[in-house]
């Protein structure tokens, strides 16, 4: 083995690496990292999500070999998928064979062909959904989840800022915190975002959900946010996006292949949707004394507004 391999088995070749990540979230990781990895790396990546089974049975010379990269090169992607260093990679690669030959982690594609009877595209969308949201699960950071939570639960009041699909992810997470008696606005408006923001304070939450995690209309008003004082959330695909350097925290989101059936923000938008759902039950769990009531008022407000004895009772 080199000098380059060594030290990074020494740990010196990579970021720090806490508990490895269990063999089901390893097709989770590479989905979630393959796009911000060097072309050599996602070559490596792609070969053990793609054959976990063949790559658990090779050296990391072999893998090398079959990838076209280095040793090194194998060695700093099994430490940027979380593993210390190629050994444990391949135990969860043998993990991961395992659990696909008994079927409990099934290896299917799902492709959506133009002339794919509707039935067809059904079980490859629900699938896909599945997936995406045992992948995001698997990779969530409770750490962080519980953070954010905590900082929403005594926020003073919380903004909200995403576009496009992001934006109406974001709308939802507004609705659901003025459900339970919180000041939150998701402001649609570029301008508004900032403007809004420059009124946030110590105290105060900012939320950024952007898939890329490089949406110029996001990250704005979140660093305004950011330099004012206000804790700072980012829910994103790339933990190593533009947008995480002005976020105290950072959940990061899965998301399926994209085709030309199915764009990213259709399969991001599921994961964030999840993100935001933990979000909110965390905070209803902590504010539950007047979340309850306020949940019930407007349960009772929207029954009455649609019941036939509803409306306008005056005269």
Known sequence: MNQDVKEIFAGSGGPAVGTPPAPAALAAKVRTLAPSMTRSMQRVAEAVAHDPAGCAALTVTGLAELTGTSEATVVRT????????????????????????SGRAPAITTDIAVDDPIADVVAKLAYEEQQTLADTAAGLDTVQLGAAVTALAAARRTDVYGIGASGLVAQDLTQKLLRIGLIAHAPSDPHLAVTNAVQLRAGDVAIAITHSGSTGDVIEPLRVAFERGATTVAITGRPDAPVTQYADHVLTTSTSRESELRPAAMSSRTSQLLV???????????TYETAAPALAASYEALAHRHSPRGGNQRS
């Open 78 to 101: 099994a430490r940027l998928l979380g593993y210390p260093g190629y050994r444990d990679l391949r135990l969860a690669l043998a993990g991961l064979a395992a659990q696909q030959q």
């Open 276 to 286: 935001v759902d933990c979000l909110f039950v965390g905070v209803a769990q902590r």
